[in-house]
């Protein structure tokens, strides 16, 4: 029987954790038997699990020596430092041959036991930032579901668990045992697009211009003015900087030229429409500032992975006039 290992450290997503228990526990095979031995282990008998959780943790560390699959989830502070014997005990199951996988910031974990030194990887969006900081050696690709590596594997945020978790029932007993493992947790077994389409672009902070960059005043005017036809020479003008100045200071602040920062405002607010309005597809693309509707639904699949139709079927809220 395969054996999964799941790892529970104190502070764990209590989702991520039960995300592997779900999707492996109710693998059956054909004669009937389970198709996998699952174990839930910590470095405590029992962990928090957020402010109103404590999960009881029936084995040690030694655990993941035995296990064919370890999953790590998450922790609700991300950059928590990782013990020491937890990365010793994660290297070990990897040198023996263990399948290693994470579901959302549990990448940090992996990350901090040099498992995902020069491979490509992902995480929740929210912390990519962080992530990028703190590991700089790792191909970071916020923007997918989840990433194979074949021994190492990564999901992103949440619900992405799911995807990952149903993507390795499908390598380890077939599609047909992964479908059904679907039907159960009445989730689809593939969906359209990755967390690419979950990412809110080029926000400024809530609390006020001026908390971020020495841009404050341009970002501020291209958030109020993107919706008419901009070109680089009318933000520098703005700004009162040459157009090789203002390039140059994006890419050190925000880390995009002041044209991919204005799609990006355009696209968040094509994301707002679609969500809230009844406007057609066109109708909206012009509103936010696009030419036309070809260079929309470009535009818009390019960052967030979908079309603007599928956009709205997944995000559209029903209410909405």
């Given at each position: 029987m395969?054996?999964?290992?799941?790892?529970?450290l104190?502070?764990?997503?209590?989702?991520d954790?039960?995300?592997?228990?779900?999707?492996?526990?109710?693998?059956?095979?054909?004669?009937?038997?389970?198709a996998y031995r699952?174990?839930?282990?910590g470095?405590?008998p029992a962990?928090s699990?957020?402010?109103?959780?404590?999960?009881?943790?029936?084995?040690?560390?030694?655990a993941?020596?035995?296990a064919?699959?370890?999953?790590?989830p998450?922790?609700?502070?991300?950059?928590?430092e990782v013990?020491?014997?937890?990365?010793?005990?994660?290297r070990?199951?990897?040198?023996?041959?263990?399948?290693?996988?994470s579901i959302?910031t549990?990448?940090?974990?992996l990350?901090?036991?040099?498992?995902?030194?020069?491979?490509?990887?992902?995480?929740h969006?929210?912390?990519?930032?962080?992530?990028?900081?703190?590991?700089?050696?790792?191909?970071?690709d916020?923007?997918?579901?989840y990433?194979?590596?074949?021994?190492?594997?990564?999901?992103?945020?949440?619900s992405?668990?799911?995807?990952?978790?149903?993507?390795?029932v499908?390598?380890?007993?077939?599609?047909?045992?992964?479908?059904t493992?679907?039907?159960i947790?009445?989730?689809?077994l593939h969906?359209?697009?990755?967390q690419?389409q979950?990412?809110v672009?080029?926000?400024?902070?809530?609390?006020?211009?001026?908390?971020?960059?020495?841009?404050?005043?341009?970002?501020?005017?291209?958030?109020?003015?993107?919706?008419r036809?901009?070109?680089?020479?009318?933000?520098?003008?703005?700004?009162?900087?040459?157009?090789?100045?203002?390039?140059?200071?994006?890419?050190?602040e925000?880390?995009?030229?002041p044209m991919?920062?204005l799609?990006?405002?355009?696209?968040?607010?094509?994301?707002?429409?679609?969500?809230?309005?009844a406007?057609?597809?066109?109708?909206i693309?012009?509103?936010?500032?696009?030419?036309?509707?070809?260079n929309?639904?470009?535009?818009?699949?390019?960052?967030?992975g979908?079309?603007?139709?599928?956009?709205?079927?997944?995000?559209?809220d029903?209410?909405?006039?």
């Amino acid at each position: 029987m395969h054996t999964v290992a799941i790892l529970a450290l104190p502070d764990v997503i209590a989702f991520d954790l039960s995300v592997p228990v779900e999707v492996f526990g109710r693998v059956v095979l054909g004669n009937g038997d389970n198709a996998y031995r699952l174990v839930v282990c910590g470095t405590e008998p029992a962990v928090s699990a957020g402010p109103l959780l404590r999960i009881a943790t029936d084995h040690g560390l030694d655990a993941l020596a035995g296990a064919d699959t370890v999953v790590v989830p998450g922790r609700n502070d991300a950059a928590a430092e990782v013990p020491a014997e937890v990365t010793a005990a994660l290297r070990a199951a990897f040198d023996s041959g263990a399948r290693i996988a994470s579901i959302c910031t549990g990448a940090f974990i992996l990350a901090a036991a040099g498992l995902l030194d020069g491979r490509r990887a992902t995480t929740h969006w929210m912390a990519a930032d962080l992530f990028r900081g703190a590991f700089p050696a790792v191909d970071l690709d916020p923007d997918v579901l989840y990433v194979d590596e074949g021994q190492i594997l990564t999901s992103a945020g949440a619900s992405a668990g799911l995807d990952l978790c149903l993507h390795m029932v499908a390598k380890d007993f077939g599609a047909a045992a992964a479908a059904t493992a679907a039907r159960i947790a009445v989730t689809p077994l593939h969906r359209s697009g990755g967390q690419a389409q979950f990412i809110v672009r080029n926000q400024l902070p809530a609390n006020g211009i001026g908390a971020r960059t020495e841009l404050d005043s341009v970002l501020a005017w291209i958030e109020e003015n993107a919706h008419r036809d901009l070109t680089l020479m009318d933000i520098a003008a703005e700004a009162a900087m040459s157009v090789r100045t203002l390039n140059r200071r994006f890419q050190a602040e925000v880390g995009q030229t002041p044209m991919q920062w204005l799609t990006g405002v355009r696209v968040r607010r094509a994301q707002e429409l679609l969500e809230r309005s009844a406007h057609g597809i066109e109708r909206i693309g012009r509103d936010v500032g696009f030419a036309s509707a070809a260079n929309f639904r470009e535009q818009f699949r390019r960052l967030s992975g979908v079309a603007p139709q599928s956009y709205r079927n997944t995000f559209r809220d029903r209410h909405a006039g």
